[in-house]
């Protein structure tokens, strides 16, 4: 894909997060639970390695992407401490537990290692919502790499994102995460 489809992708993915903050706030919990709403993740609770503790650690894929659309090693994502080397992975959580169905990751450099998405469960088991073969076709460009599945009948909390980093080579950056119950891109 070329650039101007990842900017259009972009511009929608902001202007679904502006639709769904304007959303009538309810105040019967109830009504809030079954709001619809693209949640970015705001807390690491695990990862397998990151590049440094500041401007390539975990904490740089929670929030709203900073560097997408641009591609490259930039700072402001998360990198794995080294390149190539272990499979790896990122446990984050997002602020209002929900029942999903999708999950976009902002990949900005390397793209295409993510092989298996997980959704933490009521019983804290992790249940594999996703799985496929690392992707080496990929151009290297940055993109939104969002994945589908039935949704959950429970609310989610927390996922994690494993990356056969091995298998793409250089570092495999992430910007931002974000989970929804439809479509974001």
């Known amino acids: 894909m070329n650039r101007k489809i990842f900017i259009r992708s972009f511009i929608g993915l902001l202007a679904l997060i502006v639709i769904s903050n304007?959303?009538?706030k309810s105040t019967n919990p109830a009504d809030t639970a079954?709001?619809?709403l693209i949640q970015f993740a705001d807390s690491v609770y695990s990862f397998s390695s990151e590049y440094n503790n500041n401007s390539w650690s975990a904490k740089?894929?929670?929030d709203t992407p900073n560097v997408y659309p641009r591609y490259g090693d930039i700072t402001g994502t998360w990198a794995s401490k080294s390149q190539d080397n272990?499979?790896?992975f990122l446990v984050l959580g997002f602020p209002k537990p929900a029942p999903i169905s999708h999950i976009a990751i902002v990949e900005t450099f390397h793209p295409?290692?993510?092989d298996t998405l997980y959704v933490r469960n009521p019983s804290g088991q992790w249940d594999i919502v996703w799985s496929g073969a690392a992707d080496t076709t990929l151009a290297m460009v940055s993109r939104i790499f969002?994945?589908?599945f039935a949704k959950t009948n429970y609310n989610?909390?927390?996922i994690r994102i494993a990356f056969n980093s091995p298998k793409i080579k250089g570092w495999n950056e992430i910007d931002a995460v974000a989970i929804s119950d439809h479509s974001m891109i």
């Open 22 to 24: 304007c959303s009538d």
């Open 34 to 36: 079954n709001l619809s």
């Open 60 to 62: 740089q894929a929670l």
């Open 86 to 88: 272990i499979r790896e």
């Open 112 to 114: 295409g290692a993510v």
């Open 146 to 148: 969002e994945v589908s």
């Open 156 to 158: 989610v909390s927390q």
